[in-house]
């Protein structure tokens, strides 16, 4: 690719941009020499019948049961989908509650109750009122 400026991060240098010119008549012969090699032994191996090779056991053939099929990725997205929801209930557990109206109303209902019970147990006559609560003229 002769515009290709950049590989893996790294830049590539004018020198080798021509190193690999250089190269390339000799690369790509290779490789269609390598094809045609391949091409003729595929077709040996169906006109023998497909004899056991170490070439075909290398391939899967379309008789072979594999785990890519229907029960198993039911069975695989189940366990995920279970996994999340453990995951999003734990989360939920260690998050922090958000109070809704009705309880803060609930808790400052509680808690004026509280202060107006303390209050009525320390009044007395003697006790001091803060902001001329007993209004006394000064």
């Known amino acids: 690719l002769p515009n290709l400026e950049y590989l893996d991060g790294q830049e590539i240098k004018r020198s080798e941009r021509i190193t690999a010119l250089q ?3 000799v690369l790509a012969t290779q490789l269609r020499e390598l094809a045609q090699k391949r091409g003729k032994q595929r077709q040996q191996l169906q006109q023998d019948g497909g004899g056991n090779n170490d070439l075909e056991s290398s391939y899967i053939s379309d008789d072979a049961k594999t785990q890519h099929n229907p029960e198993t990725r039911t069975k695989i997205s189940n366990e995920l989908h279970d996994q999340k929801m453990a995951k999003e209930k734990q989360a939920s557990e260690n998050t922090v509650k958000h109070k809704g109206e ?4 609930e808790e400052h209902k509680d808690t004026v109750e509280k202060a107006r019970g303390l209050e009525e147990e320390s009044s007395s006559k003697d006790s001091i009122k803060q902001c001329n609560q007993g209004k006394y003229n000064f």
């Open 23 to 25: 190269q390339l008549p």
């Open 102 to 105: 009705k309880e803060w109303e």
